[in-house]
């Protein structure tokens, strides 16, 4: 029940302003968020690779207003880039990008994402790795996939994400599945009206075990981002049913959360890739961290109780 209200919270400035300055926020903020600036999350990359885990790291900030900030949002990843091009580890971290941070909800904003995001893509081929798109709410979809398949045209390997509570999904997925693509399915973030989106979990874990399956049996590179351990044991069977060797797919989880069950499953011999989020403008990001796990709320308000 509380997941709802929270999501709603996170679409409010008073609150962002509120929690923002709540004593005892930077430390539960810390949990899900890696640091603030590229020189804070370097350690990171290096300390997952010697774990045996890949990352893609993640500039958070999505609430963006101007064209100012949407050019800001892409100098701020060109910038990583740069750096871990300089420290070798092009090849250990992979971005993944929101494009309403890059300006896909201003005026024009299809086409500004698109001339933002490009030359991100292309910073990233360059130095040997690549760029996912994460989804967003399901209004804002149909540009994201637009983008993706008009960047696809040049850099092949560039991801995207799919959401199982969504009903259009399991023909993404199909569509999606195809030689060469990269696709991360996810249970989903955001705050869904009914018309659109399952809004029973046992629903969604139906859904997301059908794509799965889709994903496993077509031809592209599934990327699993769950810690579920249900769906975690049912995406080994079915990557053994579908024949695929343990390189042929990966998981991906949260920086923050289930890392012992990070390390477990790097161990065993899988590809493993953290999300990590990094930057000042957590507000959005952290929210949904708090609405997936209601646990997460009672933590936070010990912690401002207690400072
Ligand atoms: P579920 O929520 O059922 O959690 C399973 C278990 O994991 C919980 O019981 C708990 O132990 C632990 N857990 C999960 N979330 C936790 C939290 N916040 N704090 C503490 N423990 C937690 N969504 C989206 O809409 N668009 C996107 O692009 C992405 N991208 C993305 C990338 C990656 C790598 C991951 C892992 C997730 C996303 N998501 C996302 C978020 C996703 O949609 C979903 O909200 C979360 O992954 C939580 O769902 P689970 O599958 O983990 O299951």
Same mark, same amino acid.
């Given at each position: 029940m509380?997941?709802?209200?929270?999501?709603a &919270?996170s679409r409010?400035?008073t609150?962002?302003?509120f929690?923002? @300055?709540?004593?005892?926020?930077?430390?539960v903020v810390?949990? #899900?968020i890696?640091?603030?600036?590229v020189?804070?999350?370097?350690p990171?990359?290096?300390? @997952?690779a010697?774990?045996?885990?890949e990352v893609?790291?993640?500039?958070?900030? %999505?609430?963006?207003?101007?064209p100012e900030?949407?050019a800001?949002a892409r100098?701020a990843? +060109?910038?990583?880039?740069?750096?871990?091009?300089?420290?070798?580890l092009?090849?250990?971290?992979?971005?993944?990008?929101k494009?309403?941070?890059f300006?896909?909800?201003?005026?024009g904003?299809?086409?500004?994402?698109l001339?933002n995001?490009?030359?991100v893509v292309?910073?990233?081929?360059?130095?040997?790795?690549?760029?996912? +798109?994460?989804?967003e709410?399901h209004t804002?979809?149909?540009?994201? *996939?637009?983008?993706?398949?008009?960047?696809?045209?040049? *850099?092949?390997?560039?991801?995207c994400v799919i /959401? @199982?509570?969504l009903?259009?999904?399991?023909d993404?997925?199909?569509?999606?599945?195809?030689?060469g693509?990269?696709?991360r399915i996810?249970k989903? @973030?955001?705050?869904?009206p &009914?018309?659109?989106?399952? /809004?029973?979990? &046992?629903?969604?874990?139906?859904a #997301?075990?059908?794509?799965i399956?889709?994903?496993?049996?077509?031809?592209?590179?599934?990327m699993i981002g769950?810690?579920?351990p249900?769906?975690?044991?049912?995406? /080994?069977?079915?990557?053994r049913? &579908?024949?695929?060797?343990?390189? %042929?797919y990966?998981f991906?989880?949260?920086y923050g959360?289930?890392?012992?069950?990070?390390i477990?499953?790097?161990a065993e011999g899988?590809?493993?890739?953290?999300?990590?989020?990094?930057?000042?403008d957590w507000?959005?990001?952290f929210m949904?961290? +708090?609405?997936?796990k209601?646990a997460?709320l009672? #933590?936070?308000?010990?912690?401002?109780?207690?400072?």
């Amino acid at each position: 029940m509380l997941g709802p209200v929270i999501l709603a &919270a996170s679409r409010s400035d008073t609150m962002r302003r509120f929690i923002s @300055a709540a004593p005892g926020t930077k430390q539960v903020v810390d949990r #899900f968020i890696a640091g603030e600036t590229v020189e804070q999350v370097v350690p990171i990359v290096k300390d @997952a690779a010697g774990k045996g885990l890949e990352v893609t790291l993640d500039v958070v900030g %999505e609430d963006i207003t101007t064209p100012e900030q949407a050019a800001a949002a892409r100098d701020a990843y +060109l910038e990583l880039i740069g750096r871990l091009k300089e420290l070798g580890l092009g090849t250990k971290a992979e971005m993944s990008v929101k494009l309403s941070m890059f300006g896909q909800s201003l005026d024009g904003g299809h086409e500004l994402a698109l001339a933002n995001v490009r030359p991100v893509v292309e910073a990233a081929a360059v130095i040997g790795t690549t760029v996912t +798109l994460d989804a967003e709410d399901h209004t804002t979809l149909d540009s994201m *996939f637009t983008i993706h398949e008009e960047l696809r045209k040049d *850099f092949p390997q560039t991801g995207c994400v799919i /959401q @199982a509570y969504l009903f259009r999904t399991e023909d993404d997925a199909r569509r999606l599945a195809a030689a060469g693509s990269r696709v991360r399915i996810v249970k989903g @973030a955001y705050k869904e009206p &009914a018309s659109v989106a399952y /809004q029973d979990r &046992a629903e969604i874990d139906k859904a #997301f075990v059908r794509v799965i399956k889709i994903l496993m049996d077509g031809q592209g590179y599934p990327m699993i981002g769950s810690h579920d351990p249900r769906l975690i044991a049912i995406t /080994q069977e079915l990557g053994r049913k &579908a024949g695929r060797k343990l390189d %042929e797919y990966e998981f991906q989880m949260l920086y923050g959360i289930r890392s012992d069950e990070q390390i477990r499953l790097a161990a065993e011999g899988h590809r493993m890739r953290v999300y990590t989020a990094y930057g000042t403008d957590w507000y959005g990001y952290f929210m949904r961290r +708090l609405a997936e796990k209601p646990a997460n709320l009672l #933590f936070f308000g010990r912690s401002i109780l207690t400072k």
